[in-house]
């Protein structure tokens, strides 16, 4: 499985982006699809997760109701819509994948910077 992100960039706060992530399946499928982020000097915590058979979804509670998570499985893409950002929503944004017979998320996409200014 491989993972590109994009979509990531600079943002007034209380703008929108939409992250993507192109998932290159190969072998074992997918289980879930994630969304984490890391911002500088803390650790990497999870934003968002979606089935991908079924669709059902989760959320931070510090994200839910501004963000949300899609996939388009026609596509192989996972989405992350983004709206009333705030600054403390700054930062690398990583796509990850957990894959059928897997305990965890294991793969890992390279993250796209996400800057949002008051």
């Known amino acids: 499985v491989q993972l590109q992100a994009s979509g990531g960039g600079l943002v007034q706060a209380g703008g929108s982006l939409r992250l993507s992530c192109d998932v290159s399946?190969?072998?074992?499928?997918?289980?879930?699809m994630g969304w984490f982020r890391q911002a500088p000097g803390k650790e990497r915590e999870f934003v968002s997760q979606i089935s991908w058979s079924r669709g059902s979804t989760s959320y931070a509670d510090s994200v839910k109701g501004r963000f949300t998570i899609s996939r388009d499985s026609v596509k192989s893409t996972v989405y992350l819509q983004m709206n009333s950002l705030k600054p403390e929503d700054t930062a690398v944004y990583f796509c990850?994948?957990?894959?059928?017979?897997?305990?965890?998320?294991?793969?890992w996409g390279q993250g796209t910077l996400v800057t949002v200014s008051s």
């Open positions: 399946i190969r072998g074992t499928g997918i289980l879930f």
């Open positions: 990850a994948g957990w894959r059928l017979g897997r305990s965890k998320y294991e793969v």
